[in-house]
Every structure is written in C-alpha cells, then in structure tokens.
C-alpha cells in the first residue's frame, strides 16, 4: 500500500469512528452529572440524560465530596431509576461502568444496572439508594442505603 491509499483509508476509518460514536451514543464514555446537594440527598436533572429531545444516556454518574465513591444513575424507562454506590462489594475498590454492567478491576466482580452481584468474587449487592422523581429532578435520598 502506497503512502496516498494508506491516507485515505486511514481518513475514511477516522471519519467512520466520528460518525458511528454520534449515532451510538451508548457507546460514548461516560456521562457525569452535576448533582446540587440537598439535606438528605442529592437532586440531578433529569436533563442529563437527554440530548435535545431523545434519550442520550443509560446512566450518569455523580460524585459528591461527602461521598467516598460515586454514584452511578440508571435510567430503567418507564420513569424508573436505579442508583448505585459505586463500590465493590467483595473488597470495597471502585468500579467502571460499561453499558449495564458495573466490573471491579481489582478481582473482576460484576453487577447489573440494578446492583445485582453477576460474577464472582462478589456475591452480595451494591449499596441502592431510593430514587423519586419530583419536578424533573431526581432525588437520591443518601439516608435509606440498602
């Protein structure tokens, strides 16, 4: 292959990768969200999962200065939502989220978008937190951790 052929194929993966990462926003990383603190919990937009007028974002995730670990934010549909101390619940290390699974690097525990333990070493659940909906806000309630 020519130094020209190498460009142009080089140029037309670069374009492909752009277009494909705007119309796959699932695969985009990931979303964080600003979360204004309130007495007993958390208040995000519901904005934040949105772009312009469809659904942009399965989750978002807040971090808090008062909170050791982020919180990872599903969006179930149907207006239900899920929220998820992001902390392993085998040893206690952070975890990533990718799509509907939250892994732990340190030993490669995995739970589902509702905190369900789904690869070992972890066998408990991850910490939920009730979740309401009030004026187009989400409320995490910080007091009740299951």
């Known amino acids: 292959m020519d130094r020209k052929d190498f460009l142009r194929t080089s140029c037309i993966a670069c374009m492909g990768m752009a277009v494909g990462a705007s119309i796959l926003p699932g695969c985009a990383g990931a979303k964080y969200a600003k979360a204004a603190r309130e007495e007993n919990g958390l208040l995000v937009d519901l904005s ?3 772009s312009g007028k469809r659904s942009a974002h399965r989750y978002v995730i807040v971090r808090d200065e008062l909170l050791q670990y982020p919180v990872c934010i599903y969006d179930l549909g149907g207006g239900q939502y899920s929220a998820l101390l ?7 290390a952070e975890l990533t989220v990718s799509g509907d699974q939250l892994t732990c690097s340190a ?7 509702m905190g369900k333990a789904t690869h070992k070493p972890a066998s408990k659940p991850l910490r939920t937190f009730p979740v309401t909906v009030t004026r187009g806000k989400l409320f995490i309630d910080l007091r009740k951790q299951t």
């Open 48 to 50: 934040t999962f949105t």
């Open 86 to 92: 992001m902390q392993c619940s085998h040893q206690g």
């Open 107 to 113: 030993h490669g525990s995995s739970f589902d978008k």
